[in-house]
């Protein structure tokens, strides 16, 4: 099994900076991909960043230039850093890990909030 405890979220103006982080534990071995997804009320789960065993990085495009996903191995921990953050970026982000083709395990989830 694999457990991943997200950091706190928080309330960030516009044009602000948030870094998330995600501490794992368990059969860590077997993971392969680690990403951060998110969900805005009223909208379906999205991919927003993605990094795999090897270090290969894929974003959403929406998010483009603005975030970074990182992984600290000595850590056991994945960062999503985000810059210039909009109002619409505001949603609950979920960490969640991939020991196979899908993502099969998450976080509890933590509230990021753009706002002025």
């Known amino acids: 099994q694999v457990q991943l405890v997200e950091s706190k979220g928080g309330l960030v103006q516009p044009g602000g900076s948030l870094r998330l982080s995600c501490v794992v534990s368990?059969?860590?071995?077997?993971?392969?991909?680690m990403g951060w997804y998110r969900q805005a009320p009223g909208k379906q789960r999205e991919l927003v960043a993605a990094?795999?065993?090897?270090?290969?990085?894929n974003y959403a495009d929406s998010v483009k230039g603005r975030f970074t996903i990182s992984r600290d191995n000595a850590k056991n921990t994945v960062y999503l850093q985000m810059n210039s953050l909009k109002p619409e970026d505001t949603a609950v982000y979920y960490c969640?890990?991939?020991?196979?083709?899908?993502?099969?395990?998450w976080g509890q989830g933590t509230q990021v909030t753009v706002s002025s």
């Open positions: 990094i795999t065993s090897g270090g290969s990085r």
């Open positions: 969640a890990a991939a020991r196979g083709p899908a993502f099969s395990n």
């Open positions: 368990g059969s860590i071995f077997s993971i392969n991909t």
